[in-house]
């Protein structure tokens, strides 16, 4: 189960960095957001999973993302996974991915480092029982 909404689209605005992405899910989960206290940011390959470029919605900057139809509009572009890069914190860079067409026909899996905001969010998960 995951959330219709992004950071982007709940906050009004990017994710400062990673760490802050990984803090959203307790701030989700303490507010029972949607009535549930179990979200979590999502590995890359569940990312993956949601990725539909065939029927994007439209981004905050109102380009095209392939986000479902279900999602709604105005999210972000580059959505932070719960994966660190290989070397792990000391290298301070984690996987995400991103969601635009223009990068690549089905989305792009990329790293970048932990501190970085630019067009950053991160979308929340759930296992639906």
Do not use: C
């Amino acid at each position: 189960m995951w959330m219709t909404k992004d950071f982007r689209k709940m906050e009004n605005r990017h994710v400062e960095s990673w760490n802050e992405a990984m803090h959203w899910a307790s701030k989700m989960n303490q507010q029972r957001y949607g009535g549930y206290s179990d979200w979590r940011v999502p590995s890359v390959e569940e990312y993956q999973t949601i990725y539909d470029a065939q029927k994007p919605r439209l981004s905050y900057k109102g380009k095209p993302v392939g986000n479902p139809e279900a999602f709604e509009d105005g999210s972000g572009i580059f959505y932070w996974s719960n994966q660190d890069w290989g070397g792990g914190v000391q290298k301070a860079e984690a996987w995400g991915m991103h969601f635009s067409g223009r990068v690549t026909t089905d989305g792009a899996l990329l790293w970048d480092k932990h501190n970085r905001s630019k067009n950053h969010t991160v979308r929340l998960v759930r296992k639906a029982r």
